[in-house]
């Protein structure tokens, strides 16, 4: 079964700092993996997303992630922290001919100080 | 402009009464989605239809039901039947196939007292 692992459920960082945002997934078949983002009492806004084409995604707001086989990572970054970046952040997996069926991880809370 | 939509925002029961959540959207989209969102669980699949007139049961379905009559909508109805309903839903669609994302509406806030 995919499962996708997110380590740290709350980050902290200062504003202007790395942002750094752990993802591992377990799918025995490539995946497809996506970032979401998520504001207090909002949905979801897809971050960016990687299908295969470049290990290296760029998404919206200066994010991006590289997807690493060898370490089954999917990692997020940005290079500075600013305070809207606050929010919490959803790796999530498909399995490639699984449909459209993404599983979630549990999400990290990400918080910005000043 | 293209989008979700859910209503009520907030919304608030007496257990043992039916409740049904709305999802509309207007992105001609063919599968369409509902999750559940409890704090530090991230998000889990309720239902999702890839066409009218038919969907699949995810995650965890009972307790719940769907409705698939037009392709725009996809309305969800939290039953007497489910345990702990207080959480907060959301209704997702996208194309079909796994390299399109999943759009997702604001969210509906259930709370069942």
């Known amino acids: 079964a995919q499962s996708v692992t997110q380590l740290g459920s709350h980050v902290s960082v200062s504003e202007g700092a790395l942002v750094l945002l752990r993802c591992n997934y377990s799918?025995?078949?490539?995946?497809?993996l996506f970032w979401y983002v998520q504001y207090p009492n909002q949905g979801l806004q897809l971050l960016l997303k990687?299908?295969?084409?470049?290990?290296l995604v760029k998404g919206i707001n200066g994010f991006e992630a590289e997807f690493k086989k060898s370490e089954t990572s999917f990692h997020l970054t940005k290079p500075s922290a600013h305070m809207s970046d606050a929010a919490e952040y959803f790796c999530a997996v498909i399995l490639t001919g699984g449909g459209n069926k993404l599983t979630f991880g549990t999400g990290t809370q990400l918080k910005v100080e000043l | 402009d293209g989008g979700i939509t859910q209503s009520p925002k907030y919304l608030f029961r007496k257990e043992g009464q039916n409740v049904t959540l709305s999802c509309e959207q207007n992105l001609n989209h063919d599968a369409m989605y509902w999750y559940r969102q409890d704090p530090g669980q991230g998000l889990r699949l309720i239902y999702y239809s890839q066409i009218v007139n038919d969907f699949q049961k995810g995650d965890i379905a009972e307790g719940y039901s769907v409705s698939r009559e037009k392709k725009e909508s996809f309305p969800l109805t939290v039953t007497s039947a489910q345990k702990n309903p207080t959480a907060f839903y959301l209704c997702?669609?996208?194309?079909?196939?796994?390299?399109?994302?999943?759009?997702f509406g604001p969210g509906t806030r259930l709370t069942v007292t």
């Open positions: 990687y299908t295969s084409a470049a290990t």
């Open positions: 799918s025995s078949v490539p995946p497809y």
């Open positions: 997702a669609s996208s194309k079909l196939g796994a390299l399109y994302e999943q759009y």
